[in-house]
């Protein structure tokens, strides 16, 4: 394979930028680039290194010969000052001793086609780079560093074991005999359910990530602006005491105890012959049915009123809060809440009630690994297989096609570690990826 080098941190202005550079015959180019080879693998050096022009910086330098480096073949890192034009200026040095760009994912796609890693591990590395709060990195990092690879091992095995009895059985019947081993089915059950309890343990990352969407919608003039900035701890959104002030759906992110939300403020619900203020009310309220909680914001207390937002939340969560605490009179029997955008009073309480509102059963429920819909797919397929193996076991229908099945169920697993794959699956997964990853 070609040497392919790529920058593994952002083209942007920072204290070091470190370049990859992977293939046989890279540290050829090295020894140019350095003008020598003295180093020692594995260790840490202070090396100049040159271009065409001349000395481009003092860097460090790191040596990995193959197999023991991350895509499996000889390869080197070189973490130098983090400036444009040093990033330029090394990238045209690469280039000179005819090294190549990486495309996105191409030093794990090269560690997974070299057996550094399993197709899945090479997926949970996206999803760990990809993760942005600690319940994220916990469930990519079961993936990538958990049992995921021993366990999918092991039942694989278990479905191999009973193949090959099927299989016993079968050769015993072409002899005449008559015999059948019972225990195959209560086993093949057993197997079926531990390969049920292993993929209960699994989770999705789109059931997992679910978005956290939080919409703050209320009369006008309520605070919706302030509380979302006050939420956020900077002024987003802008704030005036003219009614009406929101047309347009703002959203942030808000990051709290470790996990992350999208919040939109919105328009004021009220009657308007403006016809920028109704596009906006229409916004919010086409908004409202694809927010996971809703959050009403009301300055004093009027049962019809926030029934009707209430009802226009539907199935969705909502949490009725009371703003202007610091100048109307606190109404807590009435409100889920009630706080002070001006003062920030009652803003953690608010804060934990919107954190109680996404503990669903996805938090509460431990799962062991993130996976994805192509193993959602796969999982599928595996069971299906099973459970027409055992009805063929019970049923007593030929041991030809219970061998078939546990076959396929035998190659699904083969497929979730990357024991069997085609170029456009390699594709999708890798094209995902990052350069310099
Ligand atoms: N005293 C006090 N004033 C507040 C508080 N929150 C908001 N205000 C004031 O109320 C007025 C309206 O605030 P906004 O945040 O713009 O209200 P809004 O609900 O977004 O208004 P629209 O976008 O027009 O629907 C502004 O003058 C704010 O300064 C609060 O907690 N206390
Ligand atoms: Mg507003």
Do not use: W
Request: hydrophobic share 40%; with cysteine.
């Amino acid at each position: 394979m070609s040497v392919v080098f790529a920058l593994a941190t952002p083209p942007a202005k920072s204290a070091i930028c470190v370049f990859r550079v992977s293939g046989a015959g890279c540290l050829g180019g090295l020894s140019r680039l350095i003008k020598g080879s003295e180093y020692a693998i594995g260790s840490f050096h202070v090396k100049s290194f040159f271009g065409a022009t001349g000395l481009i910086d003092k860097a460090g330098l790191v040596v990995f010969r193959g197999p023991n480096s991350y895509t499996g073949e000889d390869s080197f890192e070189v973490y130098a000052h983090g400036g444009l034009g040093v990033m330029s200026s090394f990238v045209r040095a690469f280039r000179e001793v005819g090294f190549e760009e990486a495309a996105g994912g191409e030093f794990t796609k090269r560690a997974f086609l070299n057996n550094k890693i399993s197709l899945h591990e090479a997926e949970a590395v996206v999803d760990l780079i990809d993760a942005v709060d600690e319940k994220e990195v916990m469930l990519a990092g079961r993936s990538l560093f958990g049992d995921l690879s021993r366990d999918i091992v092991e039942l694989a095995e278990e479905v191999d074991l009973l193949r090959v009895r099927v299989e016993a059985e079968i050769d015993f019947s072409d002899e005449g005999n008559e015999y059948f081993d019972e225990s195959l089915i209560n086993d093949l059950l057993v197997v079926k359910n531990n390969v049920m309890s292993f993929i209960n343990g699994c989770v999705t990352k789109k059931n997992s990530f679910q978005k956290n969407n939080i919409l703050l919608v209320g009369p006008v003039n309520s605070g919706k602006s302030s509380v979302f900035n006050r939420l956020l701890g900077f002024e987003r959104a802008i704030v005036s005491d003219i009614p009406g002030t929101t047309r347009d759906i703002i959203s942030s992110e808000l990051f709290y105890e470790s996990n992350v939300f999208s919040v939109f403020d919105s328009a004021g619900l009220r009657e308007t012959k403006d016809v920028v203020e109704e596009t906006g009310i229409k916004n919010t309220l086409n908004e409202i049915k694809n927010t996971d909680l809703v959050v009403g914001v009301f300055e004093c207390y009027s049962k019809s009123v926030i029934d009707e937002f209430k009802s226009l939340a539907g199935d969705n969560k909502f949490v009725c809060i009371q703003n202007k605490v610091d100048i109307n009179i606190k109404k807590d029997d009435c409100f889920d809440c009630c706080v002070s955008a001006k003062t920030g009073e009652g803003f953690e309480v608010l804060k934990e009630i919107i954190v109680n509102c996404f503990n669903s059963k996805v938090d509460k429920k431990k799962y062991n690994y993130l996976v994805r819909e192509r193993h959602e797919n796969i999982f599928n397929e595996v069971v299906y297989s099973l459970g027409s193996a055992c009805k063929g076991l019970e049923q007593g229908t030929s041991l030809e096609l219970v061998a078939e099945d546990l076959k396929n169920a035998r190659s699904g697993f083969d497929e979730l570690v990357g024991k069997k794959f085609s170029d456009s699956l390699l594709g999708d997964i890798f094209n995902s990826y990052c350069i310099g990853k």
